[in-house]
């Protein structure tokens, strides 16, 4: 592409994307500011032709975005801030805590299977869009022996098992809390070769504010500080996940924490100043005023004031609270001035309440979850709220992870593109009263290992068997026929062993 042409579109894709914005910001200079960034957008362009750097529309959006959008707040602060705030740490923790907790597995077709077939299971099973479909569909494949699920492998052991400081845990706990915090986290991967192929084993997510160039056309790789150290590293071996904000999706991210900021500086203001209370501040919460109060007698000596807050002292009331005696002269009678403040009047304890809520709400969280049942919870109320946290907050979560390892990780491994499955552990439990309904329709249909599972009863070992009417009978998918008893006993009847 020739350098006019470049330009050219450079120019179609600046007006296209920053008009509206520069007339908006600049008050009818958009003119100059479009011809300055247009030079400054060519010169880099001419830049990244002399590095043999092919400036196509993503470099460009990649070069805009690293040059014009800074983030507004220090990545730094709102990492702590977790530790800080106890309500967002409250919170976050147990919507990190049940992302964590979801074990990954790998399938792949059964290798009796033609190449054809293969790959059509596979593309057949990604291209199902329900998670709860997916999930079906897996168990009625693997069960049928179509699918396999592999328990050995290099990405199952990255995911699974983390590394040599975290354990498998703590490294998606880690992901989903800066996805949330920051709306960003970058992964870096340990790549070793492996059977004659560069694969990554490791995986250390690192926090966002340790990363102080992203690749440019100049300059294409990451470079991270840390306490003095600084390294860098080429882009393959960092996976930069990412929630895109609308404002710029090729720019640096938002996290969903980042919205809370004036709830958060609001509730952390609050509790500082109750907290505050406890403490003298330079000023007297008591004031008690009266004539014959002094604070020096006619001879010089002390005045009485100073026996009363000697008095007040030996009883244990110094500090906090101690009150001021003051001489106001005239015939003004003794009386008693609180200078204090009353939280209810205040609307202190509201006021908290308020931002705890707004936090639970902005996650998406249930306030049963957080022991709130204060709004008329029940026992129903109680039993729901898990599943609605984990189908609503908790299942997003885990197909986002699920679309960054298929795009970032998957391919990096050989055949595992075109031939693995990669899935989570379903974080939505079944329905255990609709179950229920369903099976007293028909009781017969579920099997006495069944009824057990959904009674929360323990396995029993040996034969697994239909109820009819309180009688054992066959499994449903037993063809033998029944053996017929002695006369006079009741029929024994043919099972098979559970599964």
């Not at 960092?238 to 404002?247: D, G, K, T």
Request: charged residues 25%; aromatic residues 8%; proline residues 8%.
């Amino acid at each position: 592409m020739s350098e006019a042409n470049f330009i050219d579109r450079l120019r179609g894709l600046f007006t296209a994307s920053a008009a509206v914005q520069l007339d908006g910001d600049y008050s009818g200079d958009a003119a100059a500011m479009e011809a300055e960034v247009h030079d400054a957008l060519a010169a880099a362009a001419l830049g990244a032709a002399d590095m043999g750097v092919d400036p196509g529309p993503h470099g460009f959006l990649e070069l805009l975005a690293h040059r014009l959008n800074v983030p507004e707040r220090s990545l730094k602060e709102w990492e702590a801030a977790f530790d800080e705030v106890p309500t967002l740490r409250s919170v976050l923790g147990r919507k990190s805590d049940r992302v964590a907790r979801r074990r990954w597995s790998l399938h792949r077709p059964a290798r009796n299977l033609k190449a054809h077939r293969r790959r059509g299971l596979v593309a057949e099973v990604r291209a199902i869009e329900e998670p709860e479909h997916r999930f079906s569909a897996l168990d009625d494949l693997t069960h049928t022996g179509e699918l396999v699920e592999i328990t050995e492998h290099p990405l199952l052991t990255l995911i699974n098992k983390g590394n040599s400081y975290l354990t498998g845990f703590w490294v998606r706990w880690c992901i989903s809390t800066y996805l949330d915090l920051t709306g960003e986290v970058p992964v870096l991967l340990d790549i070793r070769r492996v059977h004659g192929h560069d694969i990554p084993v490791q995986a250390f997510p690192v926090p966002p504010s340790w990363c102080a160039e992203k690749p440019t056309p100049q300059r294409p790789f990451y470079v991270f500080y840390f306490n003095g150290y600084r390294m860098e590293l080429p882009p393959d071996h960092v996976m930069w996940m990412r929630i895109p904000s609308p404002a710029n999706p090729y720019g640096r991210s938002r996290g969903l924490a980042m919205t809370l900021a004036d709830e958060i500086d609001a509730d952390e203001s609050a509790a500082k100043f109750i907290a505050s209370h406890f403490y003298q501040r330079g000023r007297p919460d008591v004031l008690i005023v009266g004539p014959g109060l002094t604070k020096t007698g006619p001879d010089g000596r002390a005045g009485n004031t100073d026996e009363l807050e000697r008095k007040w002292a030996r009883q244990g009331r110094k500090g906090p609270g101690t009150p001021l005696f003051l001489n106001v002269g005239g015939e003004i009678k003794p009386s008693v001035h609180n200078l204090g403040h009353n939280m209810e009047q205040m609307q202190m304890p509201s006021l908290r309440r308020m931002g705890r809520d707004q936090v639970r709400q902005t996650f998406g969280m249930p306030p049963e979850l957080m022991g709130v049942l204060d709004n008329g919870s029940n026992r129903s109320t109680v039993d729901a709220a898990g599943a609605i946290f984990d189908e609503w907050a908790i299942l997003p979560r885990l197909v986002q992870l699920q679309e960054e390892f298929d795009a970032r990780l998957l391919p990096r491994y050989p055949g595992g593109a075109a031939l693995g499955i990669l899935t989570f552990g379903n974080p939505v439990s079944a329905d255990k009263e609709f179950q229920l309904k369903a099976m007293r329709a028909q009781p017969t249909a579920p099997t006495q290992a069944e009824w057990r599972n959904l009674q929360r009863l323990p396995k029993r070992r040996g034969t697994d068997v239909h109820m009819v009417k309180g009688v054992p009978a066959p499994r449903l998918d037993q063809h033998q026929p029944p053996s017929q008893g002695q006369a006079g006993t009741p029929k024994q009847h043919t099972t098979t062993e559970a599964a």
